[in-house]
């Protein structure tokens, strides 16, 4: 009924830049949180950036000040604009929201996952 589809992963040198993005589609009625966690090989899941339906967003502290997490509550999209990259930010990135579907309760709904790998 939820679909939750990622964009934008892909291959970058140290210092550079990449830009996700995440749209979910379906029956839905609302979506309060949407958001960004990682996870690197050997680690546990973490978040990345989170932002409420207002705009108020949150950040890891190993991200703030490079990266910006922004939504479009007419499209149900979120974007993740990530700038200076460093080789510990290569993970999969999963986006995930938490969505009112019609007729129904409040659910997180994940992504399938975009990997971000930061090498020369």
């Known amino acids: 009924q939820v679909q939750v589809v990622e964009s934008g992963g892909g291959l970058v040198q140290p210092g550079g830049s990449l830009r996700l993005s995440c749209a979910a589609s379906g029956s839905i009625f609302n979506i309060y949180t949407m958001g960004w966690y990682r996870q690197a090989p050997g680690k546990q899941r973490e978040l990345v950036a989170g932002i409420t339906r207002d705009g108020t967003a949150n950040y890891a502290d190993s991200v703030k000040g490079r990266f910006t997490i922004a939504r479009d509550n007419t499209k149900n999209t979120v974007y993740l604009q990530m700038n200076t990259l460093k080789s510990e930010d290569t993970a999969v990135y999963y986006c995930?929201?938490?969505?009112?579907?019609?007729?129904?309760?409040?659910?997180?709904?994940w992504g399938q996952g975009t990997q971000v790998t930061v090498s020369s």
């Open positions: 995930y929201g938490n969505i009112v579907i019609m007729r129904g309760g409040v659910n997180t709904y």
